[in-house]
Structure formats: C-alpha cells, structure tokens
C-alpha cells in the first residue's frame, strides 16, 4: 500500500513556473514507478510524465516535453514536476500515481493521490 499526496498547485500566470510535489508513505515507495497525469475540466484525464524507481528513466507527453521536468529523491519519498513555460492549457488538476512499472496509462497504476488545482491565467 503506497499512500500519495500533492501539493504546490496553485494560480500562475502564462509563461510563470510551479513545482509540483508528490509524498508517498511507506519505506517501499523507491521501488515503485511514479506518473503524473492530469485532467481539464470537461476533458478526459491525460499522461503528463513518468519516472522509473530509480529516477533513470523519464517519459513526457508531446505537449510537456522541453518544458516539464519530472525529478525524484527516494531517501525522502518525494516525486517533484518542475512546469516552466505554463500555458492556459495547461490547467488541470494534477494527480500522481504510483506502480511497479511505469507506463503511459493510467489504468496501469494501482495508487493514486487526491491531486492538486493548477490554474494558469492568460
């Protein structure tokens, strides 16, 4: 059992960065991948970006890439998402989730946190 929670969503304007944080409970929480996804209002929820266990291997959406940056410290059971370059949409509600093996679906993954608003203004 891997328990998740979000935070540093919040208001930003266009072009302005926010980091994300994900906090797992648990001392096995540095053997599970970790995704973000994320889900616009009226809109279906979409991958963001995974990492491996060990922090090796990352993937990012075709819209992220070159402007997010998904990091990880295990000792401290943290994920982050670093968002720079933010665009009106980019508003969602961000969620993490966690597994043994990291995968672009979201139905892949077991453990979810509750997510966190981020809302970038024009």
């Known amino acids: 059992q891997v328990d998740l929670v979000e935070s540093g969503g919040g208001l930003v304007q266009a072009g302005g960065s926010l980091r994300l944080a994900c906090s797992a409970s648990?001392?096995?929480?540095?053997?599970?991948?970790v995704g973000w996804f994320r889900q616009a209002p009226g809109k279906e929820r979409e991958f963001v970006a995974t990492?491996?266990?060990?922090?090796?291997?990352?993937t990012y959406a075709d819209s992220v890439k070159g402007r997010f940056i998904i990091s990880r410290d295990n000792p401290k059971n943290m994920v982050y998402l670093q968002m720079n370059a933010l665009k009106p949409e980019d508003t969602a509600v961000y969620s993490c989730?966690?597994?043994?093996?990291?995968?672009?679906?979201?139905?892949?993954?077991?453990?979810w946190g509750q997510g966190t608003q981020v809302t970038v203004s024009a």
């Open positions: 989730a966690a597994d043994r093996m990291a995968s672009r679906m979201e139905d892949e993954y077991a453990f």
């Open positions: 648990g001392n096995t929480f540095r053997t599970y991948a």
């Open positions: 990492i491996s266990w060990s922090g090796g291997t990352t």
